[in-house]
């Protein structure tokens, strides 16, 4: 339970709170200047071995194919329902590690994201520039 079983911190101070949610909460340092976050189109671990084979190529360079740069789409952005390399490639910005969704942080009762710039949790960033979908229509919710 929360410290004191409290259930309102309105005004409160919240440090003995966050706390506690580290503490039960899976924790996860996700940095968006370095990584992006890889959310499979489904919990089947298949989808998420598909959308980290197709990161890693991409990092990797397979198919011959550089390592995009943000410029290379500069007036030439991906249409919504490109495949999901394509779209991929078009938002890494440089990139070249992942955060994924994996099925720890699925199966988890709590994700808690910390913030501490001092320990260098930082998540303040716009989500489209970090969370990427496998399934692109989850990306237009």
Known sequence: YPPNNKTKWDGENLKPLWEYLRTIGLLRKWQPDNCVALFPSSRDEKDLKQVETIFSDIIGEANGRSKPHHSDYDGKPMPVDSPAEERLREM????????????????????????????????????????????????LW
């Not at 440089?94 to 710039?117: V, W």
């Open 92 to 139: 890494l910005g440089g990139r070249d590690h992942s955060c994924p969704y994996d099925k720890e942080m699925q199966d988890a009762t709590l994700l808690h994201f910390k913030e501490d710039y001092k320990e260098d949790f930082r998540l303040l960033t716009h989500f489209y520039g970090f969370i990427f979908f496998q399934d692109w229509k989850q990306d």
